[in-house]
Every structure is written in structure tokens, then in C-alpha cells.
């Protein structure tokens, strides 16, 4: 969370860490990384999370 090192991107935050919340793990930082984001950024990152899951899900 804290993204030491690099350029933070709340946007790539909140899609990593729903991705995390889908597949049953804490749902903590999934909210808390929202404190940060618009509602139209938000929507963004659930839209690239998203895409991830339907290039990446088992078949």
C-alpha cells in the first residue's frame, strides 16, 4: 500500500486489490485504497479488473 520506490496508482491499487477481495482474500485495503479515488476512477478500476479476470481466467 504504501508503494515505496515508485509513482503511486490508485487506480492499479484498487484493481489489484479487488481482484484480491474476488478471489476470498482481506477486503481492507480493497476500501481503504477508495479514500484516494473519484467514483468515475473507481468505475476504471473495476473495469480493468475486469478485463484482467476474462484474459486471465481459467478456461
Not at 34 to 41: A, D, W
Request: hydrophobic share 35%; net charge negative; proline share 0%.
Amino acid at each position: 500500500v504504501n508503494g515505496e520506490g515508485v509513482e503511486k496508482d490508485y487506480i492499479q491499487a484498487k484493481m489489484w486489490f479487488h481482484l484480491a477481495a474476488e478471489n476470498g482474500y482481506a477486503n481492507r485495503d480493497n476500501e481503504k485504497v477508495e479514500e484516494y479515488l473519484s467514483e468515475e476512477e473507481i468505475k476504471e478500476a473495476l473495469k480493468l479488473a475486469e478485463e484482467w479476470m476474462g484474459e486471465h481466467q481459467e478456461k
